[in-house]
C-alpha cells in the first residue's frame, strides 16, 4: 500500500509538472513525431520529423534519420502506436551498437525553479540494459533514483537544482560499455520532465508515507496533527 501510495504521488507530480512550463526545451513526450516516411514502404523518418527539437547520434556521428519501429531495433528510433510506446502515441527509443553510443540531445533554459528531472524508461525484453547511467545534464552524468517500478515501466528521478535557470544540453544515451550478453542495451523512454519536486533520498519515500498515514490517523479521530 505504501509503495503505491509513493508510485501515486510521484504519477500526480508528473502530470502537474506537464502543465508547467518547461524552460525553452521542447517535444520532451515525444508526441510532436511526424510520420512522414522518406520511401514509401520503409519506416524511415528524417530525424527533424520524428524526434522534433532533438539531435540524434550514433558516437560522435549525426543521425539524420530513424526508424520507426517496434522494440528490438538497434540505435536510434520512435516507437510508436504499432510497437511499444510507454505513453500516448510515440516514445524514443535508444539502443547501442557496434557503431557507438545511441544518443539523443537538446540544448535549452532549464526553468528557474526545477529541482528535479523525471522521466519513464521501459526496458524493454530480457535482454535489454537496466544501467541506470543513461542521461546527462550540461555534460554531467546524473545519478538516477527510482521512484517506481511497475511492468510497464520505471519513473526515474534525479537532482538538478544546480542547474536551474542555465542554458544546457541534455543527452539521453544507451552505451556498449555495459555488456549485455542477453542483447543489445537499450530502452524507450518518454514524458521526461523538470518539476520543482526534489528528489527523495533513501528513506524518504517511507518518511513521507508515514507523515501521510499519521496525518489520516488524526483526521479520521477527529484532533489535532501532532506538533
Known amino acids: 500500500m505504501k509503495a503505491r501510495a509513493w508510485t501515486l504521488f510521484f504519477t500526480v507530480a508528473v502530470a502537474a509538472t506537464s502543465a508547467r512550463a518547461q524552460g525553452t526545451f521542447q517535444n520532451l513526450d515525444f508526441e510532436a513525431a511526424k510520420l512522414v516516411f522518406l520511401t514509401p514502404g520503409k519506416p524511415l523518418i528524417a530525424t527533424s520529423n520524428a524526434l522534433p527539437g532533438w539531435t ?25 502506436i504499432y510497437g ?29 525553479d526545477a529541482r528535479s528531472l523525471l522521466f519513464k524508461v521501459s526496458y524493454g525484453g530480457a535482454g535489454a540494459s537496466r544501467s541506470t547511467d543513461i542521461v546527462s545534464l550540461g555534460g554531467q552524468s546524473l545519478p538516477l533514483s527510482a521512484l517506481s517500478s511497475g511492468a510497464a515501466f520505471t519513473l526515474f528521478g534525479a537532482d538538478i537544482s544546480r542547474f536551474a535557470g542555465q542554458t544546457e544540453t541534455l543527452s539521453f544515451y544507451s552505451s556498449l560499455s555495459d555488456p549485455d550478453p542477453l542483447g543489445p542495451p537499450g530502452y524507450a523512454l518518454d514524458d521526461i520532465a523538470f518539476s520543482p519536486q526534489i528528489v527523495p533520498e533513501p528513506g524518504g519515500a517511507a518518511l513521507f508515507l508515514l507523515g501521510l498515514g499519521m496525518l489520516a490517523s488524526v483526521r479520521r479521530r477527529g484532533g489535532s496533527p501532532p506538533r
Request: charged residues 5%; hydrophobic residues 50%.
Open 56 to 80: 540524434a547520434a550514433l558516437g560522435n556521428r549525426p543521425v539524420a534519420a530513424v526508424p520507426y519501429v517496434a522494440w528490438g531495433g538497434a540505435g536510434v528510433g520512435l516507437w510508436g
Open 84 to 112: 511499444s510506446s510507454i505513453d500516448g502515441s510515440f516514445s524514443a527509443g535508444l539502443a547501442a551498437t557496434v557503431d557507438g553510443t545511441a544518443s539523443i540531445s537538446q540544448t535549452g533554459l532549464v526553468p528557474a
